[in-house]
């Protein structure tokens, strides 16, 4: 069965560098969360879209933007980096017109910044 | 490498009665627990978190989980559900902070009856 993908897996980049996370999200499924994951912290959602229109937003900094295509991919969008930017970022998608909304998980990008 | 198995797809009850939701693990390391919880929408919700310290762990919304080792288990429970909780359960395994960062069971969708 398909899954959530994420790219890249592993990213590198310098401070005050951007950097651009990609998530596609589950065949159908019209809904897609991020998170960060900092080392040794639990995980902070991020923002989360909904029908390509932004449906809930949480600790997401304002170096930070994020869409949702007409294809539902989402990008999350970093610039600026910062030393404490390093993190695992994972998104997650589901299909909202469901009574079991069926979230999936991606395996994360790690962004390390150096 | 560590995997987590949430037994039970969908849990349905009525308000008022105890609510039981079930979690396996497996884990190479000492690992650290969480359940979370996702309302329609919305982001993932820290419920309680096991990170080596007292077995029985208690969270917000009158949750509690008890960490048993030899079982490899951690359950969810409450002593009486509410119309609120009725939302999206997820137990995650975290084997420090590894390459294997998070690891999502695939969900517990948990009703109330009125």
């Known amino acids: 069965a398909a899954g959530v993908i994420q790219s890249p897996r592993h990213l590198i980049k310098e401070k005050r560098e951007t950097a651009t996370l990609k998530c596609y999200p589950i065949?159908?499924?019209?809904?897609v969360y991020w998170y960060q994951q900092g080392p040794g912290q639990d995980p902070q959602f991020l923002i989360s879209f909904y029908e390509k229109m932004q449906s809930d937003k949480g600790s997401i900094p304002d170096r930070f933007s994020a869409q949702q295509f007409s294809d539902y991919h989402s990008e999350l969008n970093m610039s600026s980096l910062e030393l404490g930017d390093s993190a695992l970022y994972f998104c997650?998608?589901?299909?909202?017109?469901?009574?079991?909304?069926?979230?999936?998980f991606g395996s994360g990008t790690r962004l390390t910044v150096v | 490498a560590q995997s987590v198995t949430q037994l039970d797809s969908h849990v349905s009850v009525s308000e008022g009665t105890p609510v039981l939701l079930r979690c396996n693990y497996s884990?190479?390391?000492?690992?650290?627990l969480f359940w979370y919880v996702q309302h329609p929408n919305k982001g993932l919700q820290l419920l309680l978190k096991y990170t080596s310290a007292a077995t029985l762990v208690k969270g917000i919304n009158g949750f509690e989980a008890e960490f048993k080792k030899s079982e490899t288990s951690f359950h969810l429970t409450k002593p009486s559900a509410h119309m609120s909780d009725a939302a999206e359960y997820f137990c995650?395994?975290?084997?420090?902070?590894?390459?294997?960062?998070?690891?999502f069971g695939k969900g517990t969708h948990l009703i109330i009856q009125p």
């Open positions: 995650v395994v975290s084997s420090g902070g590894g390459a294997d960062g998070l690891t």
């Open positions: 884990s190479s390391y000492s690992p650290s």
């Open positions: 065949p159908r499924h019209d809904t």
């Open positions: 997650a998608s589901s299909y909202a017109r469901t009574l079991n909304y069926g979230y999936t």
